[in-house]
């Protein structure tokens, strides 16, 4: 693997982050950053700049308007417009979007990219996808899922409760994960406003970084037609591995980009602050945190660039990404737990944004997968693979 950055990709890194710093920043303390994220108004502003700035939807392909970014590629965006809390939604990269964005394009007919991801790509509109459930339905175990879809002449009727999901006050359309008869998976596209279907709450969280927040849904003798299968059925948990394998990535990608915003944040502080007769950065306390902070940012992004690049070689890498997400997860949260603390009561306030860093980010060693069902799952492959060797 070859770290060197392309012209191409310094090129990119350079726009983003000038884009990132001089046109989003001064929109993160907007009135309409809401508990329950970003306002779709406020959206549609930060969309508009980026699709001047040529940085809109950049992972989707070339024949839909994107750049057709590779993993590598990416990673490297990513990070950068996760520099700013708004970055991702303004370059319409944020979850759950992105994650169905590449589903979408892997998986759907031309007739329904045309329909929902066209406009999607073009920022006109945004996606939820509905998987997870109240007990005792589907969580971290999607096995136990319990919204059934029942065949009915040409049609699917689908009932079931989801929650957790995000994104989905305000969407225009929702993948839904839901069990045939016969106990297999299967994902069905919909438009929000069909009958059947209704956000029954908004769900209070520590987050307020995604458009549309967290939310319960539920879905009443939801006549879904045949044609508006995602896929083949029978294989949504196959489809959701091609979706969740990079998305754990990207999440990885975007909240490295807010690790090194609050880095930049506490030295900037601790090189400026005194306290007994000194700079607080050269107190080994302070000090060490800093660099325990470097040294968790470039573990990170090492993670994330070896598994892009065995992604960029075709690999699946479900190992790896859970791999990836357990540690990036983790090491974020040390990045910015450490940036609180080196700021002291400033890091605690709205004085400064590592307090809703802190905030959003801590839910990111849950999202798509607690660590301890990666490490459960990672225990199980490594076993296997001793068995057979």
């Keep these: ?69 590779s993993h590598i590629d990416k990673a490297i965006v990513f990070e950068e417009a996760g520099y700013s809390t708004l970055g991702p939604t303004a370059m319409n990269i944020h979850a759950p979007d992105e994650g169905n964005i590449h589903l979408m394009e892997i998986v759907a007919t031309e007739a329904q990219k045309e329909r929902w991801l066209r406009p999607q790509v073009e920022g006109l509109t945004r996606s939820c996808f509905a998987m997870t459930e109240p007990s005792p339905g589907a969580g971290a175990d999607p096995s136990m899922m319990n919204t059934m879809a029942v065949k009915d002449g040409d049609d699917y009727v689908i009932n079931g409760m989801k929650w957790f999901i995000t994104g989905g006050d305000g969407a225009n359309y929702v993948i839904i994960m839901a069990k045939l008869e016969d106990g297999s998976a299967t994902m069905f596209l919909s438009d929000m406003d069909r009958p059947g279907i209704k956000v029954v709450r908004s769900m209070d969280s520590m987050d307020s970084c995604f458009v549309g927040g967290h939310v319960v849904m539920e879905f009443k003798d939801v006549r879904i037609p045949a044609t508006d299968v995602l896929g083949e059925l029978g294989k949504g948990f196959k489809y959701a591995q091609i979706r969740l394998a990079p998305a754990r990535l990207t999440h990885c990608m975007r909240w490295l980009g807010q690790a090194r915003r609050a880095h930049d944040i506490a030295v900037d502080y601790a090189s400026k602050r005194e306290a007994f007769g000194r700079i607080l950065g050269k107190h080994e306390g302070v000090g060490f945190m800093l660099a325990d902070n470097d040294m968790d940012i470039m573990t990170a992004r090492l993670h994330i660039w070896h598994t892009a690049w065995l992604l960029d070689q075709g690999q699946s890498c479900n190992f790896e990404s859970s791999r990836a997400k357990v540690v990036c997860s983790e090491a974020e949260w040390r990045v910015i737990d450490r940036c609180v603390q080196v700021l002291g009561g400033q890091g605690v306030t709205g004085e400064k944004i590592l307090s809703r860093i802190f905030m959003d980010m801590r839910g990111f060693r849950i999202y798509d997968g607690p660590s301890e069902v990666h490490r459960w799952s990672m225990a199980r492959k490594i076993i296997e693979a001793g068995v057979r060797s």
């Design 1 to 69: 693997m070859n770290f060197t950055l392309t012209e191409e990709q310094k090129d990119l890194q350079a726009r983003t982050r000038a884009f990132i710093t001089e046109k989003i920043i001064p929109y993160e303390n907007d009135p309409r950053v809401t508990a329950h994220g970003p306002t779709n108004d406020l959206r549609h502003e930060l969309v508009g700049l980026a699709r001047l700035a040529g940085l809109l939807t950049p992972h989707a392909s070339r024949e839909l308007g994107g750049l057709a970014l």
